[in-house]
C-alpha cells in the first residue's frame, strides 16, 4: 500500500456469528464464496460475489465487508470506501469496526478524501490499547493523515507513538523525517532519514528528500553526492532540482550547474516539486 496500501491477511473477514442468519440463503453463499475468494486473492471472484448478493434485499455487514476489501485490492477506491461505509455503519462493536475502518481509511485516503478519514482515525484512536500489535499502524495512519492536511507538529507526534511500537519500519522514520523538514528542523530529519535507510526504506523520494537536508544544513559536499544517487536512479530530478528553490543558494555553484544541467540524451518530464512524495 503505498502508505496507502493494505497487506491481505488470511482471513480477512472474521465470522459474526448469528447476526446474519436472517438472511436469503444465496447471499450467505454469496458470503462464504467471497470469503474463500478473498484468501484466495481472486478479488475479482470475491467482488462478483459482492454484487450478486446485493441484487436481494438484505443488510449484511459481511457482504459489504467483503465486497469492499475486494475492491480495494482492485484499486477502485472510490466504490470501496462506498461499500466499507455501509459496513461501517453495520458494525456494532469495535472489533467489527476496526475491520472495516482498516480498509476505509485507506480508500478515503486514496481518493483524497482526507477530512472524512481523519474523522474516522480519530475514532478508531480513541480505542486503541497498550500492547496491541497493530498499534504501530494505527498511529501511522493517523500520523499520515494529519501530515497530509498539513498539520505536521501533530503528524510527528503520533509517528513518534507509532515509532515507541515499532522502532524498525523505516516509512515510520521517513514521514518523521519529512515532518521534521516542515517544521524547520533539518537536524532531526537527517536523523530519521537515517534511520529510514537503515531501515531499508530507500526510495528515491527519500533520497531527495535527504539532498533537501543537506541543503539546509548548507553541507555542500553531502548534497551533491546525494543529489548525484538520486539522478542516476531516476534523471527527471535533475529537472526537479534545478528548479527547486530549496537550492537556490546552490545556483550558482558550478558543480551543483554542472550536476543539474539538462542532457540532450535524456527526456525530461517537468514535476511538481512542492507536492513531495511520503513512500
Same mark, same amino acid.
Given at each position: ?172 522514520? =521517513?514521514?518523521?523525517?519529512? =515532518?521534521?523538514?516542515? &517544521? =524547520? ?37 553531502? &548534497? &551533491? ?48 516539486? =512542492? ?5
Amino acid at each position: 500500500m503505498s502508505e496507502n496500501q493494505h497487506t491481505n491477511k488470511k482471513n480477512p473477514v472474521q465470522d459474526t456469528g448469528s447476526k446474519d442468519e436472517s438472511l436469503d440463503v444465496l447471499v450467505k453463499q454469496m458470503i462464504e464464496d467471497s470469503k474463500v475468494f478473498l484468501e484466495q486473492k481472486n478479488y475479482s471472484g470475491a467482488s462478483s460475489c459482492y454484487e450478486i448478493g446485493i441484487q436481494f434485499p438484505s443488510k449484511s455487514r459481511e457482504l459489504s465487508l467483503c465486497g469492499g476489501i475486494a475492491y480495494f485490492h482492485l484499486k477502485d477506491f472510490k466504490k470501496s470506501s462506498q461499500i466499507l461505509k455501509k459496513a461501517n455503519e453495520l458494525s456494532d462493536t469495535v472489533q467489527e469496526k476496526e475491520e472495516v475502518l482498516e480498509y476505509l481509511i485507506p480508500s478515503l485516503m486514496s481518493v483524497k478524501d482526507y477530512q472524512s478519514a481523519l474523522e474516522l482515525s480519530l475514532e478508531r484512536i480513541k480505542n486503541v490499547k497498550r500492547g496491541n500489535s497493530k498499534n504501530a499502524s494505527i498511529y501511522y495512519s493517523h500520523a499520515l493523515i494529519l501530515y497530509k492536511v498539513e498539520n505536521f507538529t501533530e503528524s510527528s507526534k503520533y509517528t513518534s507513538l507509532a515509532l515507541q511500537e515499532n522502532t524498525s519500519s523505516g516509512k515510520i522514520w =521517513n514521514l518523521l523525517g519529512l =515532518n521534521f523538514l516542515k &517544521l =524547520n528542523n533539518p537536524k532531526n530529519a537527517l536523523v530519521a532519514f537515517g534511520q529510514a535507510l537503515k531501515n531499508k526504506h530507500s526510495s528515491t523520494d527519500l533520497i531527495y528528500n535527504l539532498a533537501i537536508t543537506y541543503a539546509r544544513l548548507d553541507r555542500k559536499t553531502s &548534497l &551533491l553526492n546525494t543529489l548525484t544517487t538520486c539522478i542516476r536512479k531516476d534523471a527527471r530530478y535533475r529537472l526537479i532540482a534545478k528548479e527547486d528553490s530549496e537550492f537556490l543558494r546552490f545556483k550558482d555553484d558550478l558543480e551543483f550547474i554542472k550536476l543539474t544541467a539538462h542532457s540532450a540524451t535524456t527526456m525530461v518530464r517537468r514535476k511538481d516539486t =512542492n507536492s513531495k512524495r511520503t513512500n
